[in-house]
């Protein structure tokens, strides 16, 4: 006869696996949890110079042959003439919300100034197709896709002027959306976009200085991604306090921010490799986090920049200091940290090696271990989610939290592929992360929201059509832009309670 005690070990032994949560389903999150999936403008949209639409940094950027297939975004995943579809597809699988961002530069072409009614027309569009089938609109304000013309006429994010601008911007998307948006966050991912911009200038507006970066022919790389990124704080800030005092108690929205959530572990566990990963986490999350939460750069930060790091006036602390109703996330990987010796020249220093250390993805070099994820897959470690959702929890006074991104890049599957629906291993990977998103909220984490990258293949900026990360593929040799619904997408509905094209009856729409 078996005893009731190794009864309950057999269950236990069956719900729980070495702390991974077995079988789960939407209905283990707290109610009223949000999933969704996402994209931004730039990456899916095309019609780059349709119905009054002008260029972004990133156009003029992609247009010069940068990206790594020499490919753009003029056509992308053409979702400008395909919404009405693929809001349908979203419904279908049972999504509650979809993240997307709006192109500045379609909504106002110069910057600044008039309203293009045809990008404003196309917004509106989107966003009621997204009601009617019961879905959630959360909208970024900008996704890296600065118009070029702010950056021709004053230099872009490194100006003062951009945060009136910016703020303008703003003003227009809270009153002409914001009766039916609720979600608003104002950057995606500055605390890397900067230092990838200004520092190494591998990205738009491609500012760095001898002796870093790539072949840079102006900039400063000591100098300028601190600058963009107060520039860009102060944005922030300037416009959550509009939408507070003039549309929040009316609209019943929230605003955040996003940042890009790479989570360190020291290579070993000698005291100096722990002190430079928590170098590199104040850099990497407490560069945008202290000055939200406690209205200032952390001490390590002005220790080691010194006045080379901008300082916020006491009424810009003030306005800083708790400007966010949540902080979104995009967390993909984990990354292992090394000590290095410090530079001693002043004048030699940019943001990587004012931390003095070195990073990898495993025990190679950074060289060697892109080279495996280019031909290979980003290794999954969902614990390292957990841990930084922890410290965020524990240092930053336990936020809300929404992982806006989360996702599986395949740099091998084409859509003529056998494989090429068959993305088991995405699958795999997402139900990582959601277990290990559940662990960390049984934890006490304030989690509120998470978010598949991507809904559908897009156009991954530095990657091109090279890096596949959508639930539904796109044949980006059609040129109707063919989709197709991949495994993953098929597991996700299942996730959340969708059996085949079935929506789920319930109308109910998630808030926070």
């Known amino acids: 006869m078996v005893r009731l005690w190794q009864l309950l070990l057999l269950v236990i032994s069956v719900a729980v696996n070495y702390g991974k949560v077995v079988g789960i389903s939407r209905h283990d999150f707290p109610p009223g949890f949000i999933f969704g999936a996402g994209s931004s403008a730039y990456q899916v949209e095309g019609a780059a110079a349709e119905d009054g639409r002008k260029p972004s940094i990133w156009d003029t950027y992609a247009n010069a042959g940068k990206v790594l297939d020499k490919s753009t975004g003029e056509v992308a995943a053409d979702q400008y003439h395909k919404y009405k579809d693929d809001v349908k597809l979203m419904h279908e699988m049972g999504l509650d919300a979809y993240r997307f961002s709006i192109s500045w530069s379609r909504l106002i072409p110069d910057g600044n100034g008039a309203v293009n009614p045809k990008g404003l027309e196309y917004y509106n569009n989107l966003i009621n197709q997204l009601i009617i089938h019961g879905i959630e609109a ?56 900067t230092v990838i911009g200004y520092d190494l200038g591998a990205f738009p507006p491609e500012h760095c200085s001898y002796p870093f970066g790539l072949n840079c022919s102006k900039g400063n790389s000591s100098t300028e991604a601190y600058t963009a990124a107060h ?20 609209q019943k929205g929230h605003v955040g921010i996003t940042l890009l959530g790479f989570w360190f572990e020291p290579l070993t566990q000698s005291p100096e490799d722990i002190a430079a990963t928590q170098r590199w986490i104040d850099f990497h999350h407490g560069w945008f986090l202290d000055p939200l939460v406690y209205g200032d750069y952390p001490a390590i930060m002005r220790k080691i920049v010194g006045s080379r790091l901008p300082s916020f006036t006491e009424g810009e602390s003030k306005k800083l200091k708790g400007s966010f109703d949540f902080i ?36 190679g070099s950074f060289g060697e271990d892109f080279s495996r994820l280019k031909s290979s897959q980003m290794p999954a470690a969902p614990w390292a989610m957990q841990r930084m959702l922890e410290y965020i929890k524990v240092h930053y006074k336990n936020p809300a939290v929404v992982i806006h991104e989360n996702g599986y890049v395949d740099f091998s599957t ?15 990977y997402l139900r990582g992360y959601i277990e290990s998103l559940l662990l960390s909220i049984r934890n006490g984490s304030n989690a ?29 040799h059609d040129k109707d832009r ?22 789920r009856s319930s109308s109910y729409l998630y808030s926070y």
């Open 138 to 193: 959360h909208v970024t304000l900008n996704h890296f896709d600065l118009p070029q013309a702010l950056e021709d006429e004053y230099g872009g994010y490194l100006s003062p002027k951009f945060i009136e601008d910016f703020t303008a911007y703003a003003d227009i998307c809270f009153k002409e959306f914001g009766d039916r948006v609720r979600s608003w966050s104002t950057f995606n991912e500055p605390n890397i976009q």
């Open 231 to 250: 520039n860009i704080l102060l944005s922030h800030s300037a416009a959550v306090q509009l939408y507070r005092e003039k549309y929040q108690e009316k």
């Open 328 to 363: 979104g996330f995009n967390h993909y990987l984990v990354l292992y940290v090394q000590d290095m010796p410090a530079v001693s020249d002043k004048k030699q220093k940019d943001y990587v090696r004012d931390i003095s250390a070195t990073i990898t993805f495993g025990n």
């Open 414 to 428: 084409s859509s003529t592929s056998p494989n090429a629906h068959d993305d088991a291993e995405r699958a795999d």
């Open 448 to 476: 509120r929201a998470y978010f598949v990258w991507s809904f559908m293949d897009c156009f991954e900026l530095m990657f091109g059509y090279s890096a596949r990360y959508g639930l539904y593929g796109v044949d980006f």
């Open 482 to 503: 063919k989709r197709y619904p991949r495994l993953s997408a098929h597991w996700y509905s299942s996730f959340l309670g969708v059996s085949g094209p079935e929506r």
